[in-house]
T-cell receptor, first 115, second 110 residues
Framework: GAGVSQTPSNKVTEKGKYVELRCDPISGHTALYWYRQSLGQGPEFLIYFQGTGAADDSGLPNDRFFAVRPEGSVSTLKIQRTERGDSAMYLC?????????????FGEGSRLTVL | GEDVEQSLFLSVREGDSSVINCTYTDSSSTYLYWYKQEPGAGLQLLTYIFSNMDMKQDQRLTVLLNKKDKHLSLRIADTQTGDSAIYFCAESIGDDKIIFGKGTRLHILP
């Protein structure tokens, strides 16, 4: 597609439920990033992929969070046993990777609300 | 650790220059970036500077980089109401990891 696509745009769930957020990057972009942004804060790094592998997952807050990118394109961020503190905007971005400028192209985000 | 710091709020009169400052921690950063987030919209790259440069000018935007002090600034000349947004400083860490600051909200006074 023309840009980074994220679904759903809004997700409301109950505490303890499982959630999946999907990101479809720009075609041909090898690097894919997940960030979390709370109100009034900057994007907080969670994980990034080079191709199919997670190159750096040091930002995942705990083992309830997991992300996959099985074919090197679409990625899914999975959150188990959601907690109210997980409520935030989850942003996905992609870039060409390699030796470019590293410009990130962001999607519009998935807003997660845990009741 | 990895950290990017910037002031949270800046208020400027229309037509004046805006200067947004940022400090970062990783001296090996290859690129430093300024992203812009307008209300209700996603982040977009505004400009970037390669670490071996100390200045970059792009129309109304001037980026200054002081590597010794790990200080980055963004100057917007002739600030307009359309410049009202949140500006995020970001640095590249290692090969591709990019870390953002908390953002500076630029408010334009009439």
């Amino acid at each position: 597609g023309a840009g980074v696509s994220q679904t759903p745009s809004n997700k409301v769930t109950e505490k303890g439920k499982y959630v999946e957020l999907r990101c479809d990057p720009i075609s041909g972009h090898t690097a894919l990033y997940w960030y979390r942004q709370s109100l009034g804060q900057g994007p907080e790094f969670l994980i990034y992929f080079q191709g199919t592998g997670a190159a750096d997952d040091s930002g995942l807050p705990n083992d309830r969070f997991f992300a996959v990118r099985p074919e090197g394109s679409v990625s899914t961020l999975k959150i188990q046993r959601t907690e109210r503190g997980d409520s935030a905007m989850y942003l996905c971005a992609s870039s060409r990777g390699g030796t470019g400028t590293g410009e990130l192209f962001f999607g519009e985000g998935s807003r997660l609300t845990v009741l | 650790g990895e950290d990017v710091e910037q002031s949270l709020f800046l208020s400027v009169r229309e037509g004046d220059s805006s200067v947004i400052n940022c400090t970062y921690t990783d001296s090996s950063s290859t690129y430093l970036y300024w992203y812009k987030q307008e209300p209700g919209a996603g982040l977009q790259l505004l400009t970037y500077i390669f670490s071996n440069m100390d200045m970059k000018q792009d129309q109304r935007l001037t980026v200054l980089l002081n590597k010794k002090d790990k200080h980055l600034s963004l100057r917007i000349a002739d600030t307009q109401t359309g410049d009202s947004a949140i500006y995020f400083c970001a640095e590249s860490i290692g090969d591709d990891k990019i870390i953002f600051g908390k953002g500076t909200r630029l408010h334009i006074l009439p």
